[in-house]
């Protein structure tokens, strides 16, 4: 299944504000199944079709529109975590993508982050201007992998693409480390946040086209049954352990093969 709305973000080029259209982050459900039984009866046996099921909300994202105007430095609550709303255990990813555009990042000083990058010449390689946060005391750097997304430490990186400089976008999946339980037992049907905020980076202004004012950022998330998955040992049985490296790479590349939505 899929849920579905655009976080859309203009751009005033002269005063390099954002601004966010209320309510509007795009976010991506593709639910996976592995060979469920369909609905079967025999000698009174009867077996139920199975589900997998997920929600992607963000409980602390803004709704007043004053709130949704962005300018270089400012951070916002945006706070992605998925739902087992589904009658089977799951195992999850999310990926998001984010916008990158020809401009000069600059430091909080107002300095230039490059110092073979100069004012009066125009820039050639893609950057990206969000930065994407987790505030909590133990979450995750990757500089290398991710630079401009800190993650709870209860997400691990998987994989990552578009990140070379003549890329306009970037896009990176996370996999929650542990399995969600259903919605029916009460507990670990969800996620933690895989961040909670977003700062827009500063750049030298004038840098975009006066055409290029809209900025999307997108959120997909993938779950696929956590039970009964063939083909690696050793899974957990519960959620108060978490997967290898191994065991999530192994999941993850059942979704890439399984999803209608093409590799995340």
Known sequence: ?????????NVNIKKQHIFLLSGCVLLVVAAITAAF???YKRADNVFAVG??????TEPNFP?????????SGKTIPKDPKIINNGNNREYVFMSVTVPKRKVTLLNENGTKTSANTYVDTAPTDYSEIFYLFSDSATAESDPTN???IKYDPSWAFVSRSGTENTSDKATYVFGYKKMLNTFSDNSGFDT??????VRLNSFIEGENSSDDKTRDIVIKAYGVQADNIRGIA???TDNTKELTAEQMTYIYNIIVNQTTEGTP
């Open 192 to 197: 933690t946040p895989l961040f909670n905020k």
């Open 63 to 71: 709704t007043e529109s004053s709130e949704l105007v962005m300018y």
């Open 37 to 39: 039984m369909t609905d």
């Open 1 to 9: 299944m899929k849920n579905k709305s655009k976080l859309k973000i």
């Open 234 to 236: 050793g899974l957990p």
């Open 51 to 56: 589900s997998v099921s997920l929600t992607v």
């Open 146 to 148: 991710c630079p401009n």
